[in-house]
């Protein structure tokens, strides 16, 4: 028993010609608009709830959300391209470096894209004399709609998909080449992890409404670097999980290599480039999560 990829899902919202030229928005470029709409609107609204804070004062404003939030963009834009570029197709783009700009063929790291907006959320806390901690709770706490939005118009792109498998939560893809699994399957339908789904679900849902929970119920932010904490290690976790279902990268793929590492372990297993780039973050997370703690005990003390 296997679902089919919905027939109606296309990466295309609308697409329309209009004076012999040709306009479309898909769902990839809606899935940033409005994760970054999300993220504007809770960044505005835990920085006007004081009650959150410690002393019951917020460090920032509105104003410094705004301001924020175009660092926090070029960030994304940026940063997620170049670490696509880098950690996932080096030879391609060396040899084609003008399709480095060619952002509408597609082509985002998430990775790439944190490293940007920790870069410029760090240019604006160090200008503005912003504590640092504190902005990275409030955009971690952010970040989780629109990863999960993104997730979601991977997998109407049908791209980044998962191992071909017989269970019941395999999809029969349409696509190719996701609809093409190895000669080695030896059933009629190809059927994969819809591994865009289950990062949908952790890095989305279950990572969003945990820090949400955290900030809104726990008073996270009152302890400085826990909410960042939680968020890095909730969603390294979660990708090293998630990358054990998921389709090797081509580019690392060999007949030696068919699972694609690029660091080996004994036992003939390794690290992906996804888990190898997640798993500092469960570290620096962890790190962060539990020195909040020591923290409160000590002023508290």
């Not at 992906?272 to 409160?296: A, T």
Request: net charge neutral.
């Amino acid at each position: 028993m296997y679902a089919r990829f919905p027939d109606f899902l296309t990466p295309y919202l609308f697409s329309f010609e209009f004076l012999g030229f040709h306009f479309a928005l898909t769902w990839y470029a809606l899935s940033y608009i409005v994760g970054i709409i999300c993220a504007w609107y809770l960044l505005v609204l835990i920085t006007k709830k004081h009650r959150l804070w410690a002393n019951d004062e917020s460090p920032f404003t509105p104003q410094n959300v705004e301001d924020l939030m175009t660092y926090l963009i070029l960030g994304i834009i940026l940063g997620g391209r170049l670490g696509y570029v880098i950690f996932y197709n080096p030879h391609f783009y060396f040899n084609h470096p003008i399709k480095v700009l060619y952002l509408w063929e597609g082509g985002m790291s998430f990775h790439g894209g944190f490293l940007g907006v920790v870069l410029g959320a760090l240019y604006f806390a160090l200008k503005n004399k912003k504590p640092l901690l504190a902005m990275g709770d409030i955009i971690a706490v952010s970040t989780p709609p629109g990863l999960f939005l993104g997730r979601l118009a991977n997998f109407i792109n049908q791209e980044l998909w998962g191992r071909p498998t017989n269970s019941v939560l395999g999809i029969e893809f349409t696509k190719p080449p996701a609809s093409i699994c190895p000669e080695s399957w030896i059933y009629d339908i190809c059927t994969r992890h819809p591994s865009q789904l289950y990062e949908a679900s952790l890095e989305g849902l279950i990572l969003g409404t945990s820090l949400l929970l955290l900030v809104f119920l726990f008073n996270a932010l009152k302890s400085p670097g826990r909410t960042m904490g939680l968020f890095f290690f909730g969603y390294g976790a979660a990708r090293i999980l998630v990358e054990l279902f998921r389709e090797a990268d081509l580019q690392y793929v060999s007949i030696e290599n068919p699972l694609g590492y690029i660091i080996f372990l004994p036992g003939g297993t390794g690290l992906s480039m996804g888990q190898s780039l997640s798993l500092p973050m469960v570290i620096v997370g962890l790190v962060f999560f539990v020195l909040s703690f020591r923290k409160v005990r000590t002023n508290d003390s």
